[in-house]
């Protein structure tokens, strides 16, 4: 019996200088008249003026506007269901708290889901889950595809830079959760879709490769945007996201499971793909240039993240995700990296 891939994609991508101020129109040219928009803590100041002048402006009717700060599943169900019934579409705007919740009400509502970021911090604005609190423990759940992904690259340039080197390190990573991920199909542990291993592989060597001065570049933040944007597909066609999350991921999640203090996703996760490329000796120096070049490496020297919390990540990696068979699924790799650790001259000055 013949199968075939039935998949969501965004029907709207417009990133560029002053999106924001294009919202309206840009909502009014797919029919759509009834929004609410959800902002992350703050944004409304910030924004706010500038997103609700312009729909105004196209005529679309705003049934609500709030902060939200939330990520429980309870909040986020309560929040769903009290969207009056005309809303087309959810608007999340902001970060990764605010895009969660929204995509997640609007795939509870079956309403349109409209991604507008504001940071590159991960490929979070366009995939099809949802980070949440589920009994209090950070958990990934099925979502809403984005109908639409606005991006204004004139917001991502005034967020802290820790936000741009978070996007590099989830962005980058790809290429070790890849070798992963075909890895595992070597093992007998999975198949791979040569579809979503291309979108992904395709994604990230378009970004590696794109010249810069400053990763404040328009050329710069554009290429981000599209190549996270191009994961997320990769995740809608694998149906998992495994094209995108590998071992470094789950050092990062093991990471997040016992860190009073977490540093950012995309900033765990890129040390973790420095680590792993040298654990499978793959593309270590695509991945040195890309992340001393941005400054990655600079960046992530001033935090202090320890050596000894990245090795009991290292051992924690496989209870994160048991039914995965990545590199640390196999101690004879756990055990190298754990060498590597404290053996490798860059991980040396960037782990204290």
Known sequence: MFTEHEIAIPSVLKVGDGMLGNMGEIL???????????????????????????????GIK????????????????????????????????GGGKVIDAAKYASYLRKMQFISV????????????????????????????????????????????????????????????????????????ATVVDDFALMIAKKAVNSFVRTPFE???????LKELVDSLAMSGIANEIAGSSAPVSGSEHLISHALDSFLERPELHGVQVGIATYLMALVQEHRVERIKKIFTDTGFFDYVETLGMKKEDYKKAVDMAPLVKPHRHTYLHEEKYREKAKELIDSDEILNKILV
């Open 28 to 58: 009014k040219s797919k029919d759509i008249s009834h929004v609410v928009l959800y902002f992350g803590n703050g944004l409304i100041d910030l924004f706010g003026d500038r997103v609700v002048n312009s729909i105004n402006e196209a």
């Open 62 to 93: 705003i049934h609500e506007m709030k902060e939200l700060d939330s990520v429980d599943i309870d909040d986020i169900i309560d929040l769903a269901f009290s969207v009056d019934n005309e809303v087309q579409a959810i608007c999340g705007i």
């Open 117 to 188: 970021p504001t940071s590159t911090s991960s490929d979070g604005f366009t995939s099809s889950s949802a980070s949440l609190l589920v009994n209090g423990k950070r958990t990934s759940v099925p979502a809403k595809m984005a109908y639409g992904i606005i991006v204004d690259t004139g917001v991502l340039k005034t967020a802290p830079v820790k936000f741009i080197h978070s996007g590099v390190g989830d962005l980058t990573a790809k290429i070790t959760s890849l070798y992963d991920w075909v890895y595992e199909e070597q093992c007998g």
């Open 214 to 220: 400053s990763i404040t570049d328009e050329l710069f």
